[in-house]
């Protein structure tokens, strides 16, 4: 069982920085495979990145690739999302989640664990 809560959220304008941070519970972090995902007013929840249990491991969302970077630390069993470059479209509820198995995965049915979801909104 893995507790995920997201924090970071904001309103930012075009072109800033966010940092979003997602904690979660339980001893057994480093074995699970995270994920960023984002929902959009009337949209469906789309991927925005994924690490594997090893650091090393990353993939992203052609729409991100280039300005957002995902990280985490195993030792603070946090996972991480650097957006830089952020546009009016990034803005949307951004979503912390996590399973175990096989990484890469994309589609949100696969992750099992889901934070509450925090805010981002960018004005132009």
């Known amino acids: 069982q893995v507790q995920l809560v997201e924090s970071g959220g904001g309103l930012v304008q075009a072109g800033g920085s966010l940092r979003l941070s997602c904690a979660a519970s339980?001893?057994?972090?480093?074995?699970?495979?995270m994920g960023w995902f984002r929902q959009a007013p009337g949209k469906e929840r789309e991927f925005v990145a994924t690490?594997?249990?090893?650091?090393?491991?990353?993939y992203y969302a052609d729409s991100v690739k280039g300005r957002f970077t995902i990280s985490r630390d195993n030792a603070k069993n946090t996972v991480y999302l650097q957006m830089n470059s952020l546009k009016p479209e990034d803005t949307a509820v951004y979503y912390c989640?996590?399973?175990?198995?096989?990484?890469?995965?994309?589609?949100?049915?696969?992750?099992?664990?889901w934070g509450q979801g925090t805010q981002v909104t960018v004005s132009s």
């Open positions: 690490i594997s249990w090893n650091p090393v491991n990353t």
């Open positions: 339980g001893r057994t972090f480093s074995s699970y495979v």
């Open positions: 989640a996590a399973y175990s198995g096989v990484w890469p995965k994309l589609s949100r049915y696969d992750y099992r664990y």
